[in-house]
């Protein structure tokens, strides 16, 4: 038993600093695949093609002093962010692992209770701020989340139905012939577009707006504080298009073709925020309710009383 946890414990550590690793990649793929949208030099310096400019970042940010302002409320100012990334590391638990390890029975249902509480965080890093401009940006990133996972469950749920079960092995087995893509492909499209505004990337970063929140919930933060709330994000992001390439272009883990899927939509990510204005505000919530929701619920009809026409003529 004791070498079952030790195994266990080992592999989730392998797991966050593949992670960690691979958020500090995508910063640097951001940076550069930005820099040619906007005709410009991406990071070239650091290292052979710049390839070191994310941990030179990353050194330069820990090593910086860390100011907090007088009027914080200075526990939950420090703990938000840690536990920000805790929840975004915690997602990755329902990665499924081929030696049993670690995969998870329910990993959808997990999936659901940890991006819910993902709202906390940040509601948290805004209001202990004690700044307007913070408080205004987690509130715009709490009802935003709100709004979209609605949304993003019945999606889930529709997807469920499909696969008959709440394993993410279980979509590899259903994948072998076809993806899951072709059969739903307005619902793969509109989950794309939730998972933009899950992770408050453009053009749904009301939370963010420079124009006139300057930074948003994470205004006050700086150094260690403002490296891990950028951390929590990005790995959100990775987790985003894990669960994609999982759930609708094959899911095979042991194949090269999901890496590769994997990549390409954290690219479409990045490609999406130098193409596209952001949204309004009042636009934003109309797409959520007006839009997404009544779309997830037809698909989840449709789904429901196909499974169960299925069952009557067996």
Do not use: H
Request: aromatic share 16%; proline share 3%.
């Amino acid at each position: 038993m004791f070498l079952y946890n030790l195994r266990s414990l080992l592999f989730a550590l392998l797991l966050m600093v593949g992670v960690l690793v691979g958020v500090a990649f995508l910063t640097l793929l951001e940076r550069s695949v930005l820099g040619y949208i906007q005709v410009r030099s991406g990071p070239n310096s650091v290292g052979f093609m710049g390839m070191v400019q994310p941990f030179s970042d990353a050194v330069k940010l820990f090593s910086k002093e860390c100011l907090v302002p007088w009027t914080t409320n200075y526990y939950l100012y420090y703990i938000s962010p840690v536990m920000g990334l805790f929840l975004s590391l915690l997602l990755w638990m329902i990665f499924p692992y081929l030696t049993t390890l670690l995969t998870l029975s329910f990993g959808l249902l997990f999936f659901l209770c940890v991006i819910s509480a993902g709202v906390y965080p940040v509601m948290i890093a805004g209001w202990s701020s004690n700044s307007n401009y913070a408080l205004l940006g987690s509130l715009r990133s709490v009802a935003q989340s709100i709004s979209y996972e609605v949304s993003l469950a019945l999606i889930l749920l529709s997807l469920i139905i499909l696969n008959d079960g709440f394993s993410l092995l279980m979509f590899t087995e259903y994948q072998r012939l076809v993806w899951l893509l072709m059969c739903v492909f307005p619902l793969g499209l509109s989950w794309l577009s939730t998972c933009l505004a899950e992770t408050n990337r453009t053009p749904f970063d009301l939370a963010e707006g420079e124009s006139e929140l300057v930074s948003g919930f994470n205004i006050e933060y700086s150094s260690g504080g403002f490296s891990i709330i950028f951390l929590a994000e990005y790995s959100s992001i990775l987790f985003m298009s894990m669960l994609f390439s999982l759930m609708l272009l094959g899911g095979n883990v042991m194949s090269i073709a999901f890496y590769l899927s994997l990549l390409f939509i954290s690219f479409l990510f990045v490609w999406v925020r130098g193409t596209l204005p952001r949204f309004r505000y009042d636009k934003l919530m109309s797409l959520a309710w007006k839009s997404y929701l009544p779309l997830s619920l037809n698909f989840v009809g449709f789904f429901l009383g196909f499974k169960v026409f299925l069952m009557v003529i067996a």
